[in-house]
């Protein structure tokens, strides 16, 4: 599985060099407050101005130097208290700038306050990834030391909105063109600060996946396509080669059908890019309250139903607690991640929880979800990360983390605990950032079905290609392919019955692409209507299935087709399936076996009747 990396980026570590008549004194008998403003432009660059107070707590005592170690290379840096320049040298040596300032004001006496100010250039102190720009802030190793510390970062309106937050800021403004952003202290004491800004992420993928069948009769393959979620909308450049058909299961994986020939091996591609948002929409396929039972059951890696999980469940009992108790008891495994793990499940997590990695954190939080009667289930698929500590091994490494349904807004949500762990306490669960692509979804089974870098040929290394997409896939414009076609079911028996059967419509999406909001309406050629529905998505190749009574059946006999009319954002498309002669035979055939017994009824009744009359005369006859 992907180790996940935290990201690390600008510590600022202040090591203070204080004199006094007789000796130095350590930084401690000083109060210390700070103020930082980052001003960006639009290449993301960083103004950046800092001031400092530095409050003396004794008498005899006052700052004299400082030290300032940045972990970058800075540039254009100025320094400056009431009296003037400061400023004394800056070496920059692997990466660390240390600027060396020296007072002109001597601060003396209890209480005694010096203020100074700093200013430099931070080059790439925001980072373009993709459609995202991303700024990190991270947490001061004195911050509980400091009587106060607050930051404000200034950002261009080209870096659009604010996607994600680590941790929610004390205040969001605009002035103008400029959005200001502004954190007090007591929300750098949560964690190190991760800001990303965009509407949305995009990746471009380039998945290659192996089938083969060595038995000597055709078997049925189905490899999983990047599905859409509340949280990505996928768009397909290229499936080749096409599927049989793609289907949506009850977990909502996509799943691409092929049919092998005895021996046959295939290799199949598929690309396109995933547009990836940080909160959840509400996708009315995405989100059926008729599937939740299928995500609560126990099985191998989330069997809650053992008296351990059972126990802890009916403790913490909510979603919010049974992620905290994941992210405060488990631990990390990084050398265990480096030896390629073998999964383990929630049971051996809480039983061993120095020993994980993040499919442990997975399927611990789901066991105990499931335990406290909380629909959830595994995520798996690519995750970004730039932590050198938990890069992945090579490009096949994945990432798992869990999804959980939410009965107030009735809808999938999606946290992961292992990041929140790794990162030393960024919120990934009060909304997820724009790194995490969905590939697979277990829930009614717990490891199906595998993720794309599963399906290999012996010795050859798959391919999973996953990079930010400079240029965004805006919309398709297609001439859709649709297949349209009909069959009818007859009934054999009932024939009494006032029903002719069904008509089986099969509508199937020839074109590799996601579409969506379709609006099909079925008639016959004669204006006969039969149907009219909204289908909310078709994946690629992907088709929709549905039986109606037949009825209608003498407007059956006049028509000559079935006519299906699309309406997809805005343009109409017409399809159309021939009703043949055999099937009007079929049509009429109830009609003449209806025709046939009321023909037999009525001469019957005839005959019965001239019975009667016939018997009556006889017996008047015999009287007389």
């Known amino acids: 599985m992907k180790k996940i990396k935290i990201l690390l980026l600008v510590l600022v570590i202040l090591s203070l060099l204080i004199t006094t008549p007789q000796k130095a004194q350590a930084a401690d008998e000083f109060k210390t407050r700070q103020e930082l403003k980052y001003i960006l432009n639009n290449k993301g660059q960083a103004q950046v101005e800092h001031t400092f107070w530095l409050t003396n707590n004794f008498s005899n005592i006052y700052p004299k130097e400082l030290a300032v170690s940045i972990n970058s290379q800075v540039l254009e840096t100025k320094a400056w208290d009431e009296k003037g320049d400061i400023f004394k040298s800056q070496e920059t040596q692997g990466g660390m700038t240390t600027i060396s300032l020296e007072f002109n004001k001597e601060s003396v006496g209890k209480g005694s306050e010096l203020e100074f100010h700093l200013s430099y250039i931070y080059p790439n102190f925001a980072e373009k990834k993709g459609q995202a720009w991303e700024i990190i802030i991270p947490k001061p190793k004195d911050i509980g030391e400091l009587e106060n510390y607050t930051a404000e970062i200034l950002v261009p309106s080209v870096f659009n909105n604010l996607a994600y937050a680590s941790i929610e800021p004390s205040n969001v403004d605009q002035e103008g063109e400029i959005k200001r952003i502004f954190f007090e202290q007591d929300k750098f004491t949560l964690g190190p600060i991760i800001l990303a800004f965009a509407n949305f992420q995009a990746f471009n993928f380039d998945l290659e996946y192996y089938l083969s069948n060595e038995d000597d009769v055709s078997v049925r393959g189905e490899i999983p396509l990047p599905p859409e979620t509340n949280y990505q909308e996928v768009y397909f450049s290229a499936i080749q080669p096409p599927p049989n058909k793609t289907r949506i299961d009850e977990n909502n994986n996509w799943l691409a059908e092929y049919i092998l020939d005895p021996g046959e091996k295939l290799r199949v591609i598929v690309q396109g890019q ?175 079905p595998a993720p794309p870098g599963s399906y290999t040929e012996r010795g050859v290394e798959p391919k999973i290609k996953v990079e930010f997409a400079d240029n965004v896939i805006k919309s398709q414009t297609f001439d859709p392919s649709f297949e349209f076609k009909h069959q009818f079911e007859f009934y054999d028996t009932d024939i009494f019955i006032k029903k002719l059967g069904s008509i089986n419509f099969f509508l199937k999406n020839e074109y590799p692409a996601t579409i969506r909001n379709i609006n099909l309406k079925i008639k016959t050629n004669k204006g006969t209507s039969y149907l009219e529905k909204e289908i909310i998505l078709l994946p690629p190749f992907g088709g929709f299935d549905f039986s109606l009574s037949a009825g209608k059946g003498l407007n059956l006999l006049l028509a000559n087709s079935f006519e299906a009319e699309l309406v997809i954002e805005g343009q109409t498309f017409f399809y159309s399936s021939p009703i043949n002669s055999m099937e009007k035979f079929y049509i009429a055939m109830p009609y003449l076996i209806y025709a046939f017994l009321g023909i037999f009824l009525i001469s019957l009744t005839v005959i019965l009747i001239r019975h009667i009359i016939i018997v009556k005369q006889k017996k008047i006859e015999t009287r007389a």
């Open 274 to 448: 995933a547009k990836v948002y940080s909160d959840p929409s509400s996708k009315t396929f995405y989100n059926l309250e008729e599937n939740l039972g299928f995500f609560l059951a126990p099985t191998k890696y989330w069997p809650f139903n053992e008296q351990v999980l059972l126990s802890k469940a009916s403790q913490l009992k909510t979603v919010k607690n049974i992620y905290n108790y994941v992210v405060q008891t488990l631990e990390y495994d990084y050398d265990r991640a480096n030896s390629t793990p073998v999964r383990m499940g929630g049971l051996y997590a809480i039983n061993n929880p120095n020993k994980v990695v993040c499919t442990e954190f997975t399927d611990l939080f789901v066991s105990l979800a499931r335990a406290a009667g909380i629909p959830a289930r595994e995520i798996e698929g690519y995750a970004y990360t730039n932590n050198p500590q938990i890069k992945p091994i090579n490009n096949n490494v994945l990432h798992a983390w869990p999804e959980y349904w939410d009965k107030q807004q009735k809808i999938w949500v999606q946290v992961d605990p292992t990041w929140q762990k790794t990162t030393g306490g960024v919120d990934y669960f009060s909304n997820l950032d724009l790194n995490h692509l969905t590939f697979v979804i277990h829930g009614s089974e717990d490891n199906h």
